[in-house]
């Protein structure tokens, strides 16, 4: 019987001393909060998700050479003649058009390191940090504003003005040739005037 009442005693014991605990929780502020109703307020200098602005983007891919996991996949195509690109917000000429910029967020480890190099400041970390996905490949954001038949006419354009270029390159060799041909042909029929003419002066002189 007294085993009972010292093990009753116990719990009541251990009960109070639990409830100690929250009752002196219960008259100071909360440190929790009710995510995700509420929001954590984000200090000053957070890394999240990167955004790039492609108005700005002058396709130099220091951020890809930069990125310690290659995460980062860019594509460019010059610009043929009479096509104007514009500038960027700091009045640097865009030459390249920006075919492929893909970030596999997935891989990204946030270091940032992707942000300092670029001349435009067009690559920066944004305060979005909810972005999770079902499927993996939905974490590979594309940035490029072109439409995918724009991106094709792009390459397309740059390819015709390499091969127009190369048959001007051809033509213009051609007629070098044809020149230097000629101009050696007239060269051996003045070195054959030159050695029929000795021939012709004894014969004057026989006479
Ligand atoms: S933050 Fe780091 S890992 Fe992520 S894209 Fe930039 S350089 Fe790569
Ligand atoms: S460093 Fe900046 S300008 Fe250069 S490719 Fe990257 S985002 Fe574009």
Redesign the pocket.
Known sequence: MKDYFLKFWQGLWTIAIGMKVTFKHLFVPAVTIQYPTEKPELPERERNRLY?NMD?????????RACPVDCIE?ETVKAVPGEDLGKTSNGKKKALW?TKFDIDIAKCCYCQL?VF????E??YMTDVYEFSEYERDNLIYDFVTLTPEEREEKKKNYEEFLAKKEAEKAEAARKKAEEAAKAKQEEKKEDKKEETKPEDKPKDKEE
Do not use: F, K, R, Y
């Not at 700005?56 to 890809?64: H, M, S």
């Open positions: 790039v700005d983007c002058i396709g130099c891919l220091q951020c890809e860019i920006v992707c190099p670029c001349p435009t067009c690559i």
